[in-house]
């Protein structure tokens, strides 16, 4: 057997309790992210056990799926809502695992805050009770979402058991062409694997267009690797991320920093080393991406038409029932649709970088009568950022008004619901029936994709805005 | 939160031949404001069961009474999206014990698995079979037996073998779960966490 490791192979068997007989691994888990849904009947249960919590300093709580966008500092509506709420901050207290609610100056996104305050670290094993934690694999580790009763697991024994699942390589070479960001890279390979096309595999992302992506977009694109199938996906940790690391919070500082990094250097994938499955795309095949179906594997290029069933493998009857439900036809253009509502935020594209890319269509134009916007900022931290670096004043001028953070109308479970039959242009990660509010219509697409529609009215090819900027 | 043993299960089954059905489907997200682990079944396929102002939609399977059973035989992928664990609540509480599909999501499948619903992968084939059989009579038997790892078509006897690890087939078949695994190991555990990079 070779010797030559992966990157993923490094940091997993690293992780190793032990292996179960024909059975799973026993992997311990470095830091466990909390949120209000998924963990209440986990907590429940280690009252029924009487299991407490084994290490509580490795959890790490935060309220995001439920809470209001506007006037959090009021009592929260919603009786449901708020008892959940509720019963987070009481379970986080009963059990010293620290918590960043509602009103706390470093409440967000789990996905959005965990990196901002260095709870995220290369080399680590890192899970939450949500399918987006792949999110935290752009540093290096390996981080996935994991059910309710494994939250159990994690709290009473810091452990979950999974078999160790395959391993793909996934390369793009080249250089990004004018318009297309990180979220069009990740849609892109979506699009050409299909939604279950990575089922089974944990993704290791390589290649010129990662390297030279920024530690953001490198968020953005394992953020949506579950959408692909993939458990997660991760890329070598490099400078950049070190850099990024740095000095925050969670980081560690002095001799345990210089410790940390003699480690995280270590952590790439060895000359040699073997994947399942390597695939390689080139950087100048893909173009600024939309989706027109219901689920993210259905997208294509903004300037490409909708395929026609019988050019596709699979269920026809599931992808008419699919362009049935966002009333499209085969073979019509995306472009000139008219939108009525727009959305940018969440754990894919809820970050600086993204609304600085959003404001730099939108200055000097106006918001488009017909479109609603909403505007989310995936933490405090990304708000004052918005804040200080004069976004906000250009959102203003053209008509837009910034809310506060939290998931929102990614999976509206708090009041931000795209009405049915709506069509929404959204920097979120799930176009499914439904999931922006029953009926609601969604196109996922990148914050400069949702710029350009948002100013005019309709889907639009963000280059066209851009032109002045090229 | 143990549960009922799983060896031999003998039923009808309910048909849903679409592809990729994900789990906002099986459960949307505003219906995961509960606390406790209850009534998730009453919105098993929410949006896919009911109209907006509740009524029942007449063309959905799971409200027409030719169908009935412990047994949901789904489409290709299903259970993709959303890791949320309700998912696999609400398949358990509505009264399915098992899920047929020619694939699975993964984090469903391990869901399901953790709560004690067999999910049971079977080739395009045998899954196209299942659904024909289903539809030229609904009252059908499926046969799921999980100690020598076959599903049977009752009537015609066709049968498939399927996999599952033997970790894994030992807690189905004792209603052990990963739970009671590790808390039996809590002190390897602690000393293991000792011995790590950082």
Redesign the interface.
Known sequence: MSTKKTLFDKVWD??V??H?????D?L?I?RHLVHE??S??AF??IK??K?GV??PNKTFATAD??TPTINQHLPVA?P??A??LK?LEENAKEHGISHWGLGHEKNGIVHVVGPEYGIT?P??TIVC???HTSTHGAFGAIAF??????V??VL????????K?KKMRINVEGELNFGVTPKDVALYIISQLT??GA??YFVEYAGDVFENMTMEGRMTVCNLS?EM?A?GGMIAPDEKTFEYVKGREFT?TGAAWD??MA?WKTLKTDEGAEFDKELTFSASDIEPMITYGT?PGMGMGISKSIPNAEDLE??V??YK?SLGYMAFNEGEDMIGKPIDFVFIGSCTNGRIEDFRAFTSIVKGRKKADNVTAWLVPGSHKVESAIKEEGLLDILTEAGFELREPGCSAC???NDDKVP?GKLAVSTSN?N????QG??SRTLLASPLVAAAAAVTGKVTDPRELMKELA | ?AYDKFEILNSTAVPL????V?T??II???F??????KGFGDNLFR?WRYN?DNTPKSDFVLNNPTYSGKILVG???FG???????A?WAVYDYGFRCVISS?????FK??CL??GVLPVQVSPEFAAKVFAAIEADPNTEISVNLPEQTVTIVKTGEKESFDI????KQNMLNGF???D???N??S???E??KE???
């Open positions: 690293s992780h309790v032990k179960v007989e024909d059975g799973p026993v311990f470095d849904v998924t209440p009947v429940l249960g029924n056990r299991s084994l290490f799926h439920n919603d449901l809502s008892n959940q019963a670290q080399g680590a009770g949500d399918s979402g994991i059910g309710t009763s494994e159990e697991m009473s024994t810091q452990c979950i058991m999974q078999p699942p939604t279950s089922t089974g579950i199938g458990r560690p410790k940390a480690y689920n699979g269920g009857a599931t029932k999976l509206a479970m049915a799930r499914f029936e439904g999931r029953p009926g | 939160m031949p679409i592809e990729n994900d906002d489907q949307p997200a505003r995961l404001k509960a606390t406790e682990r949006d907006g489409g290709k992928n993709s999206g959303s890791s949320r664990e309700h696999a694939f699975f999501a993964d984090i391990g869901n953790n709560i690890n033997g970790y894994k779960d990963d739970i695994y590790l808390n190991i809590k390897e555990i602690s293991f966490a790590l990079p950082l």
